[in-house]
């Protein structure tokens, strides 16, 4: 059975040598400036040079695996948001701390409600199961090397995940760059109209219940699916969507977004894009919004901007093309096709980089219960 020791007894604790620069006193340097989540900027000057053990203060995340423990090495400068640890190496490695506190959830020693913080008294009491340092060192090379195959893994994952979403776009920029024969050519303001969504006003009362009332559809309902419903006091068709209506987000960091599938009153960031005729569908409407034939020249303008806005002025003037209804549909059941299949792929990367997180914290909670013996270690 391992011995346990409270964090104090095997570092020492450098926040009194902290110090925070506002953003506008950094001189710029060649020196990175660390925070409670790491590098946040380059200054000139710096407070140690050693290698050393961050952990965040405030402003982090302290459950089993966010990583709230990081190491810094060299000429660093660190603010007070960040404790400053230094290891007794001759009783606990550098590796083996930061394994430790990253796989574990500190939650009982976080104090503050509208502030979460890890105070210094509560950091220097979390207990540290202390092998001797062969144990931790043959523990660290197994975690090291596990951790280094699910890096890959996740990598790999993620790299399938992007080629996966990045075929179907490909195909839908293949669609609507087409001009087939018997195509219309046209422009989106003349093919469709645009309706701004409802601007709240105080007078207006939110609540859950949904007796006689309308949903009411702001882009969190449209990018989170388990996002909690509000509802509102019918105003009318003018702001109405049904479900297979389509909108674009006008401002923030999702403008251009395309929402669909649900039916309520969009907020007034949120504008209603709807066919002037029966020439073509809406999901046909939809699929051209969410193409890059659409999306690229939009975000070109606003991508750069402080506060990305999508205006109605902006569009009005963008090509717009469709076949014949029957061409219409082909093409969609196509797109829906190359969708199901996409989705499918989408399923099973994000299911693989969930497995693979779950790993990560089986690992720790083994390491650290003394589960992690040689040959389950390496089996791992």
């Known amino acids: 059975m391992w011995e346990i020791n409270p964090l104090s007894v095997l570092c020492d ?3 009194s040598r902290r110090k925070p620069i506002t953003k506008k006193d950094r001189s710029p340097g060649p020196y990175p400036y660390y925070g409670a989540t790491g590098i946040l900027d380059y200054v000139e000057g710096y407070l140690f040079d050693e290698k050393l053990v961050l952990i965040g203060e405030d402003g ?6 966010d990583n709230s423990a990081f190491s810094i090495d060299g000429k660093t400068w660190v603010n007070n948001h960040a404790h400053v640890i230094r290891p007794k190496r001759n009783k606990v490695l550098d590796k083996w701390l930061i394994y430790y506190l990253n796989g574990e959830d500190l939650s009982d020693f976080i104090t503050g409600m509208t502030v979460p913080k890890l105070n210094q008294g509560k950091l220097r009491e979390i207990p540290i199961p202390l092998p001797p340092i062969p144990e931790q060192q043959r523990i660290v090379a197994i975690l090291d090397q596990a951790f280094a195959d699910i890096e890959n893994a996740r990598a790999n ?19 609507f760059s087409q001009r087939g024969e018997g195509w219309v050519e046209t422009t989106l303001s003349k093919a469709c109209s ?15 219940d949904s007796k006689n009332r309308i949903r009411f559809l702001r882009i ?5 699916g388990d996002h ?3 509802y509102i006091d019918f105003p009318g068709d003018r702001y109405s969507v049904l479900e297979g209506d389509v909108s674009l987000v006008r401002y ?6 395309v929402c669909t599938g649900l039916m309520g009153v969009i907020a007034n960031n949120l504008f209603k894009v709807s066919p002037r005729s029966e020439a073509f569908t809406t999901k046909y409407l939809y699929y051209f919004l969410c193409s890059t034939v659409f999306q690229a020249p939009i975000q070109r303008v606003i991508g750069g901007a402080a506060m990305p806005a999508l205006s109605f002025g902006m569009i009005n ?3 717009f093309s469709y076949p014949d209804i029957a061409d219409q549909i082909r093409i969609i059941n196509k797109i829906e096709k190359l969708s199901q299949k996409i989705k499918a792929l989408e399923t099973i990367y994000s299911k693989k980089l969930s497995e693979l997180e779950t790993l990560k914290k089986s690992l720790l909670q083994k390491a650290f219960s003394g589960e992690l013996t040689k040959s389950k270690g390496m089996a791992a």
């Open 157 to 175: 994952a993620e790299k399938n995940l992007k080629n996966a979403r990045e075929l179907f776009d490909s195909y839908l920029n293949q669609v």
């Open 220 to 224: 969190v309902d449209f990018t989170q």
């Open 194 to 208: 645009f309706s701004q969504g409802m601007q709240v006003g105080v007078k207006n009362q939110f609540d859950n």
């Open 317 to 319: 003037d963008l090509d």
């Open 228 to 230: 909690e419903p509000r």
């Open 252 to 257: 923030g960091a999702s403008a251009g977004f």
């Open 60 to 65: 982090a995340k302290w459950g089993a695996g």
């Open 13 to 15: 604790v450098l926040d």
